[in-house]
Structure formats: C-alpha cells, structure tokens
C-alpha cells in the first residue's frame, strides 16, 4: 500500500466519528466492569467489543447471534478434548489436529468462512490454556468466563449503539447509494480536466455482497438483492472507469451523464416524490470511455425501479460450494494450515514458551482462500500489533507509574482505544490493523487487574505472530515460489 492510500484512509469518513465513539465507549465500559470485578482474559473483553460493533444495528445484532453460536461450538469441542484426552498427550495432539483440520476444511468449502473461523480461533486461545491449567475443573472455569465475557461485551455494545445511534441497515444503505452516486457525479463533471474524485468510505463489492446474503436468508426479497447488488457494482464499474481514464488521457467531459446520475440519486434517495427519470442522454456525448458502464449503471437502474414482491424468497441457498466434495484444492489447503498451526503448537509445547500461543491464533485468522490476501492480512497484523504495542509500551514506561487513580487509568484506555477505534473503521485495506492496534494496545496495558508494568506479554506476542507468519509462509508461500 501507498503512504498517499493509508492518509486517504485515514480521514474522516460519514459517520465514522460516531463509530469510533460507540466502540470506544463499548470498550471501555467493559473494561471497567472487568477490572472491578478482577475477571480473567481482561485484554479479550474490549477486543471484542472491535468485533461486535458493526457498522450498522442490524448487523451487530447478527453479530452477536454468531458469537453465541461459535461460543457454543468452542465450548463444545473444548469440553470434547478435556473429557477424552486431558492425561492422554498424544491423543490430545491427535484431536487438536482432528478439528482444526475439519475447521479449516470448513473455511474453505463454506461461502461464509467465519462461520468455522470464530471457533478455531477460541480453540486456538484454550489449546495453550490446557498445558497452563492445573486440572480440568480450571478449564471449564475458564470457559464459563468466556460466556460470562461475552454475556458482558453483547450488553455494553447494545448499549454504545443505543446511547450514539448506530444507523440501521437502511440507512446505511441510503448513505452508500448516495456518497457512491455523488463520487459518480462528480467523476463524470471532473472527468475531462483529469481530476480525482476521493475514494470511497466503503468497498462497493463488499456491500453487494451483503445485500444479496440478506436476501439469500430472506430477510429481503431475493429479487430487490440482486438488483440492488447489480446496482452498486455497475455504479462501481462507471466510477473506475472514469478514474482509469481520467489518469491517462483528458478525454471529453460527461456533462450530460452527470445531470442524468443526478436525478437517479434523487430518484433513489427520496422515492417516488422525486418524479420520473428523464431520458438516458445520447450515448454519443459520453465520454468514450465511460459509455459501456453508463448503459450497464442504466440497465441496472431499470432493473432496481422494476416492481418486485415483498414477499421474502423461499427456500435457502446451500452454504457450501457446490464442488466441495470434489475439489483437492479444498484439502490441500486444510491440510497445509492445519500443519502450519499444529507445527505452531508443537514448537510452542515443546519449548515450553506458552506466551508465543498468539502464532495458532495467527494461522487461524490468516488463513485465507489466496495467497496474496494471506500476505496482506498478515502485514496489517503485524504492522497493527507492532503500533499497539509501541502506543501500550509508551503508557505503561511513561504513564501509568505516575497514575493515583482509576480514572486516570481509563482515562489512557479511552485514549488508546480511540486510536484504534479510527483505523479500524477504514476502508478494508486498513481496518484489520485497526482491530490488532487495539488487541496488542490492550495486552500491554492490561494485563492484571490493576496497573501493571510488565512488558514481556508484548515481546511474547510479537515473537508469536512472527512465528505463525513464518509457519504459515512454509506451507503457503515459499513451495509455490520454489516451484515456478
């Protein structure tokens, strides 16, 4: 990534400053209630709240569904492997591998992989908790915890969204058609003097895809999802098209496309009231190279003004891929990163190191369908837990030996996890390092409840995502480079 693309990133975006106050408050408010009550994995409850504040109610609700749910399977499996192996090492290691096999198996075929992906990272988390804890009575604690952590986050993140208004799902939608409309417009005005519209707070593809899920699930028609979906990809397509063109050559202008996609946003915006769109301008005075993806955008604006049943689409869409039994690559991939993290393990037990059990985590959360986003994800893991860690370092060396009070002690925990809060509501090149600027921010600062001046977890963390990184590389990378 460019310097130019992580500053454009990181400005202001519409409603991003509210975001960052409903995860900042979530955060910290359980942060508080953890310390005061001296309950375990202090660092795990404001991280999660990163991953249970959506951008939308809607979908923090589902949210929270899902974590219930991979809470439950994590327990399950857990409870499996204390029952059948807790003195029997070697059949432990044999389970241990089983289910992260058949995780990231699951990963792979499923059209929603973090389905499989919350609970191998909480069985990632607990495969160490097993060599630390004394007997398995301390395991089962441990996890009750968790649900007794989660329970926590669910209520204090409802209620950020309640106390700062989280948009619901539609509004959401509106303010993406409009500021994808708006950058439209104003591509095709600024399109024959070379300039740049910004680039847009959301990724098109994403939300399209998160329409047509919702209407696979039947919470919307199925038909209003795709032409939604088809929408905003032809609305995306027009706008890179004038971006790509306007960098090579300053091509006519589109004026006429730009009153047209003017009205279309009105037209979207406030309904009917709006009144009919006029006609398409004459194709011959767009701009050349932005004509095919005018008439796809047109196409497609017929299409979503075409009246539709309300009524949800019945039936289900299969979850897996249709060549899922069938298809090696979905074992060689299983097969590789269960290698990579059970290698992990292995080298984290037999060194005795158990502070490194952040390099399972890292296998779970990095493996990925494609090599090059593996590589991604793990540069903004480990560029985000680097920064957290110098920002946690910087409070626990400077700050927190001058603290007298609680206060003031959450007072840095506010100002850190608004840090982090900010990068993580970016564009998806971005947010990622977001949330690990918030997990290592909390690993240093809190560790034990009460202030703490330690910095070995840190140290341990870094070590463990450099070695998950390196294991997962061996498996993924490096044989398909020696191999060309």
Request: aromatic share 10%; proline share 5%; with cysteine.
């Given at each position: 990534?460019?310097?130019s693309e992580i500053l454009d990133d990181l400005q202001p975006r519409p409603d991003r400053l509210g975001g960052m106050l409903r995860?900042?408050?979530?955060?910290?408010?359980?942060?508080?209630?953890?310390?005061?009550?001296?309950?375990?994995?202090?660092?795990?409850g404001p991280y999660l709240v990163f991953i249970l504040s959506q951008r939308d109610m809607f979908v923090t609700r589902a949210a929270?569904?899902?974590?219930?749910?991979?809470?439950?399977?994590?327990?399950?499996?857990?409870?499996?492997?204390?029952?059948?192996?807790?003195?029997?090492?070697?059949?432990?290691?044999?389970?241990?591998?089983?289910?992260?096999?058949?995780?990231?198996?699951?990963?792979?075929?499923?059209?929603?992989?973090?389905?499989?992906?919350?609970?191998?990272?909480?069985?990632?988390?607990?495969?160490?908790?097993?060599?630390?804890?004394?007997?398995?009575?301390?395991?089962?604690?441990?996890?009750?915890?968790?649900?007794?952590?989660?329970?926590?986050?669910?209520?204090?993140?409802?209620?950020?969204?309640?106390?700062?208004?989280?948009?619901?799902?539609?509004?959401?939608?509106?303010?993406?058609?409009?500021?994808?409309?708006?950058?439209?417009?104003?591509?095709?005005?600024?399109?024959?003097?070379?300039?740049?519209?910004?680039?847009?707070?959301?990724?098109?593809?994403?939300?399209?895809?998160?329409?047509?899920?919702?209407?696979?699930?039947?919470?919307?028609?199925?038909?209003?999802?795709?032409?939604?979906?088809?929408?905003?990809?032809?609305?995306?397509?027009?706008?890179?098209?004038?971006?790509?063109?306007?960098?090579?050559?300053?091509?006519?202008?589109?004026?006429?496309?730009?009153?047209?996609?003017?009205?279309?946003?009105?037209?979207?915006?406030?309904?009917?009231?709006?009144?009919?769109?006029?006609?398409?301008?004459?194709?011959?005075?767009?701009?050349?190279?932005?004509?095919?993806?005018?008439?796809?955008?047109?196409?497609?604006?017929?299409?979503?003004?075409?009246?539709?049943?309300?009524?949800?689409?019945?039936?289900?869409?299969?979850?897996?891929?249709?060549?899922?039994?069938?298809?090696?690559?979905?074992?060689?991939?299983?097969?590789?990163?269960?290698?990579?993290?059970?290698?992990?393990?292995?080298?984290?037990?037999?060194?005795?190191?158990?502070?490194?059990?952040?390099?399972?985590?890292?296998?779970?959360?990095?493996?990925?369908?494609?090599?090059?986003?593996?590589?991604?994800?793990?540069?903004?893991?480990?560029?985000?837990?680097?920064?957290?860690?110098?920002?946690?370092?910087?409070?626990?060396?400077?700050?927190?030996?001058?603290?007298?009070?609680?206060?003031?002690?959450?007072?840095?925990?506010?100002?850190?996890?608004?840090?982090?809060?900010?990068?993580?509501?970016?564009?998806?090149?971005?947010?990622?390092?977001?949330?690990?600027?918030?997990?290592?921010?909390?690993?240093?600062?809190?560790?034990?409840p009460h202030p703490t001046t330690k910095l070995d977890i840190i140290w341990d963390r870094w070590v463990g995502i450099f070695v998950?990184?390196?294991?997962?590389?061996?498996?993924?990378?490096?044989?398909?480079?020696?191999?060309?």
């Amino acid at each position: 990534m460019k310097l130019s693309e992580i500053l454009d990133d990181l400005q202001p975006r519409p409603d991003r400053l509210g975001g960052m106050l409903r995860v900042t408050f979530g955060a910290v408010l359980v942060a508080a209630v953890m310390l005061t009550f001296q309950m375990p994995f202090l660092y795990i409850g404001p991280y999660l709240v990163f991953i249970l504040s959506q951008r939308d109610m809607f979908v923090t609700r589902a949210a929270a569904g899902l974590g219930l749910a991979v809470a439950l399977v994590a327990s399950l499996a857990i409870y499996l492997v204390a029952w059948l192996a807790w003195d029997i090492g070697w059949l432990r290691v044999s389970l241990w591998a089983a289910i992260f096999f058949c995780g990231f198996f699951l990963m792979r075929i499923s059209v929603e992989p973090r389905l499989a992906l919350g609970p191998l990272v909480v069985i990632a988390l607990f495969a160490f908790v097993f060599d630390k804890a004394p007997n398995p009575n301390a395991v089962v604690s441990q996890v009750g915890w968790l649900w007794a952590i989660l329970g926590l986050i669910i209520v204090c993140t409802f209620l950020a969204q309640w106390i700062f208004t989280a948009p619901t799902g539609i509004e959401l939608l509106r303010r993406q058609f409009r500021e994808l409309l708006v950058r439209v417009e104003r591509m095709s005005l600024a399109h024959p003097h070379g300039r740049l519209p910004k680039r847009l707070s959301f990724e098109p593809e994403e939300a399209a895809d998160r329409i047509e899920k919702l209407g696979a699930v039947g919470v919307i028609s199925g038909a209003q999802a795709a032409n939604c979906g088809n929408f905003l990809r032809a609305a995306s397509s027009l706008l890179e098209a004038g971006l790509d063109s306007a960098k090579e050559s300053q091509s006519a202008g589109s004026v006429p496309l730009a009153r047209w996609v003017r009205q279309l946003r009105r037209r979207i915006l406030l309904g009917p009231e709006a009144g009919m769109l006029s006609g398409f301008p004459d194709p011959a005075l767009i701009a050349p190279p932005l004509r095919n993806s005018a008439g796809n955008l047109r196409a497609a604006a017929d299409r979503a003004f075409e009246p539709t049943e309300s009524k949800p689409r019945s039936g289900s869409q299969s979850l897996l891929f249709s060549d899922w039994s069938t298809n090696p690559e979905y074992t060689s991939f299983a097969l590789r990163a269960t290698a990579a993290t059970m290698g992990c393990y292995l080298f984290m037990t037999l060194t005795d190191w158990n502070g490194i059990h952040t390099s399972l985590i890292t296998c779970a959360v990095t493996a990925l369908a494609g090599v090059d986003s593996q590589i991604h994800k793990q540069n903004l893991r480990i560029t985000g837990a680097l920064i957290g860690g110098l920002l946690g370092m910087g409070a626990v060396i400077f700050l927190i030996p001058r603290m007298d009070s609680l206060a003031a002690y959450l007072a840095i925990l506010t100002a850190g996890t608004a840090i982090a809060a900010w990068v993580s509501l970016g564009s998806e090149r971005i947010s990622y390092a977001g949330w690990q600027i918030g997990l290592a921010f909390y690993m240093t600062v809190l560790q034990d409840p009460h202030p703490t001046t330690k910095l070995d977890i840190i140290w341990d963390r870094w070590v463990g995502i450099f070695v998950g990184i390196f294991a997962m590389r061996a498996v993924f990378v490096w044989p398909r480079t020696s191999g060309r």
